[in-house]
């Protein structure tokens, strides 16, 4: 007897605290990545996701760009800096520091980034690596002085060395950064200005 009414106030409590207990939950919305994303089943998706990441300021699509054994390197420096280049964790901490200073003054200050083929420099592709040249501009332009806006000019060519992983999706393994000329500022001028 007293097993019976302990299963009844079970079942009570079980029918009075649930509408239906045998019904599935509401399923969470599907989870999307920020801003512009390509999956890079190709060499020449990695850079334009590099290029969306830097213009977007998103540092995990930025991150998905780089393989994890990544090595940045550049010529030289118009202000001497304390090496000649770093590598994935350097990069994603510098990277994001630079994304995080341009995303908290949205207002006053702005960064773009393009890149073009080099006609003389076509991309080399074979199964697992390889390795493409591109021109670069990127504008870093500051309006806290609206009467005196600074555009900043950074050029050059940069050399990406990307891989093929193990499922199918391509990552940038080694980028060489150079100055269009020796008197003009390049990308890893204005990286070494956030070190």
């Known amino acids: 007897m007293q097993k019976t009414i302990s299963y009844a106030l079970l079942f009570m409590i079980l029918t009075i605290s649930c509408t239906n207990p045998f019904s599935a939950r509401e399923s969470e919305p599907p989870s999307e990545n920020e801003g512009t994303y390509i999956t890079p089943v190709e060499p020449q998706l990695v850079l334009v996701n590099l290029e969306a990441s830097y213009n977007e300021k998103i540092i995990t699509n930025y991150m998905q760009c780089l393989d994890t054994?990544?090595?940045?390197?550049?010529d030289f420096l118009q202000f001497q800096g304390p090496d000649s280049g770093w590598g994935y964790n350097s990069e994603i901490s510098l990277t994001d520091k630079i994304?995080?200073?341009?995303r908290s003054s949205s207002e006053s200050i702005s960064l773009s980034l393009s890149l073009a083929p080099i006609e003389s420099l076509p991309d080399l592709e074979d199964d697992t690596t390889a390795t493409i040249h591109r021109e670069y501009e990127l504008i870093s332009i500051s309006d806290i002085d609206i009467a005196?806006?600074?555009?900043?000019?950074y050029r050059g060519t940069a050399s990406f060395e990307l891989i093929e992983t193990g499922v199918n999706l391509w990552r940038l393994r080694r980028w060489t950064d150079n100055h269009a000329s020796p008197n003009d500022t390049a990308w890893s001028d204005f990286k070494n200005g956030y070190r």
């Open 148 to 153: 005196m806006p600074d555009t900043t000019f």
């Open 69 to 74: 054994l990544f090595a940045y390197r550049y």
């Open 99 to 102: 994304f995080a200073a341009f």
